[in-house]
Nanobody, 123 residues
Framework: VQLQASGGGLVQTGDSLRLSCAAS????????MAWFRQAPGEEREFVAG????????SYKDSVKARFTISRDNPKNMLYLQMNSLKPEDTGVYYC?????????????????WGQGTQVTVSS
């Protein structure tokens, strides 16, 4: 297994969750990383991305100021802290490793994907 996501669950509106993604060292050390999510019946969408050094970060507009992406390179770990969760944040969350050191917003730019972790926010 090269990417393993965890931390999802069932929460209420306004609650917080922290997602984690464990990556193989070969996959993680020089790659941009991102979180995507997919709601039922919807396409997979970009949520947050971080370049290989953690110096450049980007977010989907609707999660700015609520979500924080971070990475711990020595531990090969990627995180997504999600605060003030809303029902529209519900979906399967995937961590992904980019082909390059930067993290784009386009899914085709990522060639490794974790198995996904379910986040459900009830109203």
């Amino acid at each position: 297994v090269q990417l393993q996501a965890s931390g999802g669950g069932l929460v209420q509106t306004g609650d917080s969750l922290r997602l984690s993604c464990a990556a193989s060292r070969r996959l993680f050390s020089n790659n941009g990383m991102a979180w995507f999510r997919q709601a039922p019946g919807e396409e997979r969408e970009f949520v947050a991305g971080i370049d290989w050094r953690g110096g450049t970060i980007s977010y989907k507009d609707s999660v700015k100021a609520r979500f924080t992406i971070s990475r711990d390179n020595p531990k090969n770990m990627l995180y997504l802290q999600m605060n003030s969760l809303k029902p529209e944040d519900t979906g399967v969350y995937y961590c992904a490793a980019a082909r390059r050191a930067i993290a784009s917003r386009q899914a085709p730019d990522y060639n490794y994907w974790g198995q996904g972790t379910q986040v459900t926010v009830s109203s």
